[in-house]
């Protein structure tokens, strides 16, 4: 039982490149969450999934796409990086029990960089 | 809007010394409560949560007790140890629609021996 995975761990890219992290997570959860991490600002709510096929807009959504093709995987996209996507990301993911209550499980993060 | 403040880090302290960390919260509602924790190179992880007023939560022997009189959520414990060395995150969540987690900016803890 791996829990939540994500690949890569690390990426540098160009101003303009795109990419696409990927999330996957074991314990059959409905609920996952993308997550960027900056220094002085906590962890910000990117987009998040309810279930296979869904997705919606948390925070701060702008430049950034999802897919949710599978239930075990939640891909966060890049289409255009820019510098001030530097961040570290982290994926997380939850059952069905309620919101209140459930723990989110979270990935290892993923640090990425954009010159 | 909602939103989870905590003191400043980075906390330093000898390894036994009591710790305490504070956290208030602002929130139209009655929120749950979480504290994680992130060890170096780690993802978060649940170090305990309260979902309700006078609620106590507890593990590994941090402490905090949910007071909604001073919104407050405030981690303690006695007698800290190096592999508690980490960042300690505050955080609050509703139920029903709303599907977010607000974290506090995370306080660094660095026990030395």
């Known amino acids: 039982n791996a829990g939540v995975t994500q690949t890569p761990k690390f990426r540098v890219l160009k101003t303009g490149q795109s990419m696409t992290l990927l999330c996957a997570q074991d314990?059959?959860?409905?609920?996952m969450y993308w997550y960027r991490q900056d220094p002085g600002m906590g962890l910000r709510l990117i987009h998040y999934s309810v279930g296979e096929g869904t997705t919606a807009k948390g925070e701060v959504p702008d430049g950034y796409n999802v897919s949710r093709l599978k239930k075990q995987n939640f891909l966060l996209g890049l289409e255009s990086a820019a510098p001030s996507q530097t961040s570290v990301y982290f994926c997380a993911s939850r059952g069905l029990a309620g919101v209140r209550t459930d723990t989110q499980y979270f990935g290892p993060g993923t640090r990425l960089t954009v010159l | 809007g909602d939103s989870v403040t905590q003191m400043e880090g980075p906390v330093t302290l000898s390894e036994e010394a009591f710790l305490t960390i504070n956290c208030t919260y602002t929130?139209?509602?009655?929120?749950?409560l979480f504290w994680y924790v992130q060890y170096p190179g780690e993802g978060l992880q649940l170090l305990l949560k309260?979902?309700?007023?006078?609620d106590k939560g507890s593990n590994k022997g941090f402490e905090a007790t949910y007071r909604k009189e001073t919104t407050s959520f405030h981690l303690e414990k006695g007698s800290v140890q190096v592999s508690d060395s980490a960042v300690y995150f505050c955080a609050l969540i509703y139920g029903g629609a709303t599907n977010k987690l607000i974290f506090g900016t995370g306080t660094l803890l660095a026990v030395q021996p």
């Open positions: 314990m059959n959860h409905e609920y």
């Open positions: 929130a139209t509602g009655y929120p749950s």
């Open positions: 309260a979902t309700k007023a006078d």
